[in-house]
Each structure stands twice: as structure tokens, then as C-alpha cells.
């Protein structure tokens, strides 16, 4: 298993564009992963489960990775959350 | 004996045809029990699967029709279908509790859109409506019920619907759409748009014509008075058969100018450009001969939704209509927001008189994050085309200034970081508050063009509130306070060498053009629709002319007076 932790520093917080993003980066991988925030845990794969979170301007979260891709999955949902300027 | 509705006329022309109505189908459903719940799952399963290849089919429509913004929300829509969380759910439902698949779907899809009607924040309360919509067409596969498709009309149709959305315009089928008319909306709602910009006729705010009107009626929908007839009488579709032709070729001869430049007969060349939204009016603006965009209104970037647009978005928008008009003119007006047009996100308090508020530019030089996002995106975008760049509600020189200098430095930052940018761009600034009218002389040694906002110069010079009815008869364009403020821009900027545009209703009025034309305005620009027109009507006229009929103009005590003179020389 795999994690990293992250600060939202966009400061629309997780909205549907990067929800979306985010999202549909880690459907593309068969490792189970989860995004940890506010004291609740998601399948960062559920759009719904992710935006029910209600991420905002600087919470924290850490995604974590479990499976045969766990490695590349972490590397590219690291890369969305900073391409995007949402995450540092 | 055949009935007529009375309506908003959103969009000019005369269609004849039979009635199609858009409304809702029915999807109650029944709670069930089943005994296989293996075939059930493959049913839910079987259901989801049509539902995305639909979704894609009409994201793919409205990304190759409406461009990748609009088409986001149908992404969005297919993540929801794919959701792992809200399957699993469903599946087990049907599983444990031995339920039909509409019933499990029903429970647990309510769940969510209960869940994100409760959070405290609007744009995820807006999302369960994107859950309802979703989950509306999988029960519609999953009942067998048809949902209305208007992609699939094969014969000339009027739709009849209580308003169009964008996913109902997306799929439409625009061989066989003739003509909109609906319940609700006005001149600006979303369907009266959309037909503009189809270039078919549309009446809205009939109230009741999705009551009245019946699947098959024949419908004529008359665009240029407002009014839908139900079932007329053969009389009727005569006299309306030979209003269309006429109308048919009028617009033909009008279309023979589309490649014409703008001349008065003593051979005085001026421009016709056009009044834009959003991208999507470029079809319009090039279809209709307009020779540039005088006036690209930048707010629909930051309107319904609930964050700023980023500048890669903005980006994206400048660049594509500036790549769209090759190299034509495009003013670009910066960020008029505030006041009464409003954008919840900021968070802006209400004022006593909007319109005279914390608005546009005001707005502008204090939040300087959002100006300068845009001013980024426009200096970027810049090297795709003809890119002008004009501040909205600008009082004075000092704001001109200000603003210009922000510019600079942002164009100073783009080029430091090694950014192309275009050393062309003009700057110039909306005249629309009298004290900068009565300052056009010191304006025009700073700015390189004016564009006078008639809109709101009129109502800030007469100090009538143009919404308000009780005062709309100071409303007076013609009137020769407005005509001298007007002259008087159009003086200052010629004596430094500088150019004059108009972009309010005025400069596509028939009874304005002509003092216009002698006062010496350069450019007008105007809804798309009107430039032709325009253009036959100035083919016509003397400069020379004109140019003493505005002198007397300008000389008359009442609006009424150059009314008057104006229709004695048009009629001519």
C-alpha cells in the first residue's frame, strides 16, 4: 500500500472540474484507492463519495493506493492534483 | 375556428408546420419483488449501459455544436452512471431485499440527492438535480418508456415544449426543427437564444402552449409579431405562406450584401460588426456578414456557475473567437459585473442603487486578483487574431489609467516569462458615463478608440432608470442631449486621429443609422442579426446628407422634432 498526503490550495476547493479529473484518473487503474479527509474515508473512485466530502481551501487529505498499480496510480493522481493547481 | 397565442417574439421569421411537444414522460414506478435477482442485476446493469452510450452520444453532439464547456456536465453525468459507490448500492439492494431494479434505484439515488440537498453550500445543492436528470433517463430504459428524443424527428416539426434546456437544444435535430414556441422565457432565456443563433423563428412566454398545442396541430409561429396560431384556418396559412416568401426574400436580397463593404452612396466606407455573448455566436456573426465583433460581453464566463472561470478557460474562449473572425476585428470588453447582474460567489453586498454601484471597473481595479486572471488570458489569447481590449464604466482618466497600467505590467510579467503576446492591441474604453463624454478631448490623446454604450449613457444623462416603466419615456435615444454627447465623442476622436465605435441598440436602430452615419460614427456594432439590414439601409443613403440632417438635429428642441425629420429623409 501507498499514501500521500496533500493541502488543497485552490481556493474553490474541490469542485466538479477537478472532482471529475480526479475521479476519472483513478478509475483508469485496478488498484483499490481511497481518499481520507475530514476524519471520513471515500472510494476516490465515486464522484458522489468525494464530493459529499465537501473539500475545501486548505483541508488536508491523503490518498491511499492498494493493488498492482498502486505505484503509477499515486504518481498520476499526484500529478492531476498538481497540474490542476489544486494541491500542494 | 383556429386559436392564437400572444408570446415574446425571441427570434424573427414565419414557420409553418406540425406541432412536436417536449414534455416529460411519465416514470412513476411500483415498489416489486423479485424472485431472480441475478436477471434483475443484468436489467439494471443492461439499463446503465444504453444510459452512458446515450450520455456519450450527446456529449459528443454538444462538444462538436457548443464547444468542451458545455459539454463538461454530460462527463460529469457519466461519472455519476459509473460510480462504484451508488452501483454497489443499487446491486445489493436488489440482492438483500429482493427488490425490482426501479425501486432499489429510486432508494438509493434518493439517498444521495437528500444527502447534497442538505449541504450548506449552493453549487452542491445543485448537484442532486444533476442526480435526478441521470437517474430520470436509466428508469426511462428501465420502464421501457421513451424519453422525448428530438434527435429523432424525421419531418419538419415546430417544438412545443414549457422551456428548452441546453441538453434538450443539444439533440436537436436542426434539419427538421422549424420553430420554438414556448411556456416560459424571455427575449434573453436560454431557448430564445438557441434560436437566434439556429436562425429559426421562436415566440416564448406563450404561457399555455404546451396545454393548448397537441402533438401533430398544425402550428405557425410568427417570430416577427409574437404570436402562435393553433390550428388556422386555410385562410390564415395563405396569408401567412405569402408573409414567409416575402420575409424569404427579403432576407435573400439582404444576403446579397454579405460580402459587400458598407458604403453610402457618396462612397463613405463605415463598419458593421457585431454584439457577442459566448463562442458559439460566432456562426451568426460570419453568416450574417459582420465585419469583426465590436463588442464581446465577457460576463457568460463567469455566469452560472459557482467559481471564477480560470484563466485557462478564459484562454480558450478569447482565442477561439479570435481564430474564428481571422484576423477580423474583436473588441473585447473586460469583466461588467456587479450591481444588478450578479455573481453570488463574490459575495457582493446589495446596493441601493446598483447602477450606480460598485460595478464593471469599479469592481474591477479593487479586485484585482479577478481583472488581472482576465486581462492574462486576454494578453495570451492575443497572438490568435485582431484583439482590442475596452474597459467598461470608465469615469474618469484616472481609472483609464490605472487599468491601462495593470495591463502593462501583466503584459510586462507574460513577456519576462517568456510568453508570446501581440504588440498590436488597441485599448480603448466604453463611453457611457456623461463625465467621460464631456472629457472625450483629454480621453482621446490616452485611449486608442472610443465605443459609445447608448444604453446606459442615455439612462445615466437623462437619470432615468431604464427598467423602471413609470420613467421610460425618458428613454430618448434621439433626443439632442444624447445626439451632442454623441457628437462630441465622435469630434474628440476624430481630431486625434482616432476611431469611434457604438455598441448599443441604438447603433442597429433604422431611425438612429442615418443621424449616426452624419454624425460620423466608424463602426456599429449590433446583434447579428440586424447587420444586414443596416447595410441595405446605409447602400442607400447620402453622408453628405445625413451629415446636414444631423447638423438640424442637433439644433432641435425635442426628441420628437428629430424623430420626425428622421422619417421625413428615410421615406423619401
Not at chain 1, 29 to 45: Q, W
Not at chain 1, 62 to 86: F, S, V
Not at chain 2, 33 to 44: H, P, Q
Not at chain 2, 152 to 162: G, N, P, T
Request: hydrophobic share 40%.
Amino acid at each position: 500500500m501507498v499514501s500521500q498526503q496533500f493541502t488543497i490550495i485552490d481556493p474553490q476547493g474541490l469542485h466538479a472540474r477537478p472532482t471529475s479529473k480526479l475521479v476519472g484518473t483513478a478509475s483508469k487503474f485496478t488498484s483499490n484507492i481511497n481518499l481520507k479527509a475530514k476524519g471520513k474515508e471515500v472510494n476516490l473512485k465515486s464522484i458522489m463519495g468525494v464530493m459529499a466530502l465537501g473539500i475545501g481551501l486548505g483541508d488536508e487529505l491523503i490518498i491511499t493506493a492498494e493493488g498492482d498499480d498502486e505505484q503509477a496510480a499515486l504518481a498520476a493522481l499526484k500529478d492531476t492534483l498538481i497540474n490542476e493547481g489544486l494541491a500542494e | 375556428m383556429g386559436t392564437i397565442l400572444r408570446g415574446i417574439a425571441a427570434s424573427s421569421g414565419i414557420a409553418i408546420a406540425k406541432a412536436y411537444r417536449l414534455v416529460e414522460p411519465d416514470l412513476s414506478i411500483e415498489k416489486k419483488t423479485v424472485s431472480d435477482t441475478t436477471s434483475e442485476i443484468k436489467r439494471l446493469q443492461d439499463a446503465l449501459t444504453i444510459s452512458i452510450s446515450d450520455l456519450e452520444a450527446i456529449r459528443d453532439k454538444t462538444k462538436l455544436e457548443l464547444g468542451e464547456d458545455k459539454a463538461e456536465i454530460f462527463d460529469a453525468h457519466i461519472f455519476i452512471l459509473n460510480d462504484p459507490e451508488l452501483i454497489n448500492q443499487v446491486e445489493d439492494k436488489i440482492k438483500s431485499e429482493s427488490l425490482n431494479a426501479e425501486y432499489a434505484l429510486k432508494e438509493v439515488t434518493d439517498m444521495f440527492i437528500e444527502m447534497f440537498e442538505q449541504m450548506d453550500n449552493e453549487y452542491m445543492r445543485e448537484r442532486a438535480a444533476d442526480i435526478r436528470d441521470v437517474r430520470k433517463r436509466v428508469l426511462s430504459h428501465l420502464l421501457g418508456v421513451k424519453i422525448v428524443n428530438p434527435s429523432l424527428i424525421e419531418e419538419d416539426a415546430i417544438l412545443v415544449a414549457e422551456d428548452l434546456t441546453p441538453s434538450d437544444t443539444a439533440q436537436l435535430n436542426r434539419q427538421y426543427v422549424k420553430a420554438f414556441t414556448t411556456n416560459v422565457g424571455g427575449r434573453t432565456s436560454h431557448s430564445a437564444i438557441m434560436a437566434r443563433s439556429m436562425e429559426i423563428p421562436a415566440v416564448v412566454g406563450t404561457k399555455t402552449a404546451t396545454e393548448v398545442i397537441k402533438d401533430g396541430d398544425l402550428i405557425i409561429v410568427d417570430g416577427l409579431k409574437g404570436e402562435v396560431h393553433v390550428n388556422p384556418s386555410e385562410e390564415v396559412v395563405q396569408q401567412y405562406k405569402k408573409e414567409q416568401i416575402r420575409f424569404e426574400e427579403q432576407k435573400a436580397e439582404w444576403a446579397k450584401l454579405l460580402h459587400e463593404k458598407t458604403k453610402s452612396v457618396d462612397g463613405h466606407e463605415v463598419h458593421l460588426v457585431a454584439n457577442i455573448g459566448t463562442p458559439q455566436d460566432l456562426e451568426g456573426v460570419i453568416n450574417n456578414g459582420g465585419e469583426g465583433v465590436g463588442l464581446f460581453r465577457t460576463e457568460f464566463l463567469y455566469m452560472g456557475r459557482n467559481e471564477l472561470p480560470t484563466e485557462e478557460e478564459q484562454f480558450e474562449a478569447y482565442k477561439t473567437v479570435l481564430e474564428g473572425l481571422k484576423g477580423q476585428p474583436v473588441v473585447v470588453r473586460t469583466l461588467d459585473i456587479g450591481g444588478d447582474k450578479e455573481l453570488p460567489y463574490l459575495n457582493l453586498p446589495k446596493e441601493m442603487n446598483p447602477f450606480l454601484g460598485f460595478r464593471a471597473i469599479r469592481l474591477c481595479l479593487e479586485e484585482q486578483s479577478i481583472f488581472r486572471t482576465q486581462l492574462r488570458a486576454l494578453l495570451r489569447a492575443s497572438i490568435y487574431g485582431n484583439l482590442k481590449i475596452m474597459f467598461p464604466m470608465i469615469a474618469t482618466l484616472d481609472e483609464f489609467r490605472t487599468a491601462k497600467e495593470m495591463l502593462q505590467e501583466e503584459r510586462q510579467k507574460l513577456i519576462s516569462e517568456g510568453i508570446q503576446v501581440s504588440d498590436e492591441i488597441e485599448v480603448g474604453i466604453m463611453v457611457e458615463i456623461p463625465s467621460t463624454a464631456v472629457m472625450a478631448d483629454l480621453f482621446a490623446k490616452e485611449v486608442d478608440f472610443f465605443s459609445i454604450g447608448t444604453n446606459d449613457l442615455i439612462q445615466y444623462t437623462m437619470a432615468a432608470d431604464r427598467m423602471n416603466e413609470k420613467v421610460s419615456y425618458l428613454y430618448q435615444p434621439y433626443n439632442p442631449a444624447i445626439l451632442r454627447l454623441v457628437k462630441m465623442v465622435i469630434d474628440a476622436a476624430h481630431k486625434e486621429g482616432k476611431w469611434v465605435g457604438m455598441c448599443g441598440e441604438m447603433a442597429g436602430d433604422e431611425l438612429a443609422i442615418p443621424l449616426l452615419l452624419g454624425l460620423g460614427l466608424d463602426e456599429f456594432s449590433m446583434s447579428a442579426t440586424s447587420i444586414l439590414k443596416a447595410r441595405a439601409q446605409i447602400l442607400r443613403l447620402s453622408k453628405k446628407e445625413m451629415e446636414d440632417l444631423a447638423q438640424k438635429a442637433l439644433q432641435m428642441s425635442t426628441t420628437n422634432e428629430v424623430i420626425a425629420a428622421v422619417k421625413a429623409v428615410i421615406e423619401k
